[in-house]
């Protein structure tokens, strides 16, 4: 399965990542990854108009896109657009951070998993 990883580098930047996250065969059940343990489960919806200039993550969590789409732009320019079922695991907590925003004026609908420090 795949995710995007944002992290901050050694040098205070936020950086990219591309994750893939290992799944083991479990017969009947299908593909399942080991657990990532967490504290709980905040739904967020967003307006079309939505945008953040450069923050960082205010904890360690997954971001799981449910509806719309989101860019996320870090300090070197680089951006990435996450839509409908892309997972985000944000752990740029320090630094500089990203910039996100919304993509075509569209809502957008997503899930954060906050997790617990020595989660996975």
Known sequence: MKALRVFTGADGASHFEDLDIDLNDHGASGKISELWRGKGVMFREVDG???????TAPRRQF???????????????????????????????????????????EPRTCLFIPLEENGS
């Open 49 to 55: 108009d939505y945008a953040l200039d450069f923050h």
């Open 63 to 105: 971001v799981i896109n449910l509806k719309g789409s989101v860019e996320i732009e870090i300090g070197d320019g680089t951006v990435r657009r996450l839509g409908p079922g892309d997972i985000l695991l944000a752990e740029d907590t320090t630094g500089q951070g990203h910039i996100s925003r919304a993509v075509a004026g």
